[in-house]
């Protein structure tokens, strides 16, 4: 199955993964995106792959577990 996972020691806090994918991620205490580590449903998978584009730090993956 597939989830997305941020590389929280880059993520930059900008928070617009966090907009665009509310059912998959959260703010960290820190201000950090954070995975609640729920799979990615297949209608969600293009939302998610521009997430991926649209970073501004490329923190944001989708990964194959
Ligand atoms: S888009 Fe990138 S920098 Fe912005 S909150 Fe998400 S992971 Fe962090």
Do not use: R, T, W
């Not at 900008?14 to 703010?27: A, I, K, M, R």
């Not at 995975?35 to 993956?61: M, R």
């Amino acid at each position: 199955m597939e989830k997305i996972v941020i590389n929280k020691e880059a993520c930059i806090g900008c928070g617009l993964c966090v907009n665009n994918l509310p059912e998959y991620l959260v703010f960290d205490e820190m201000g950090h995106a954070e995975s609640v580590g729920k799979e990615l449903k297949p209608e969600d998978k293009n939302l998610a792959l521009e997430s991926v584009d649209n970073c501004p730090v490329q923190a944001v993956l989708i990964e194959e577990e």
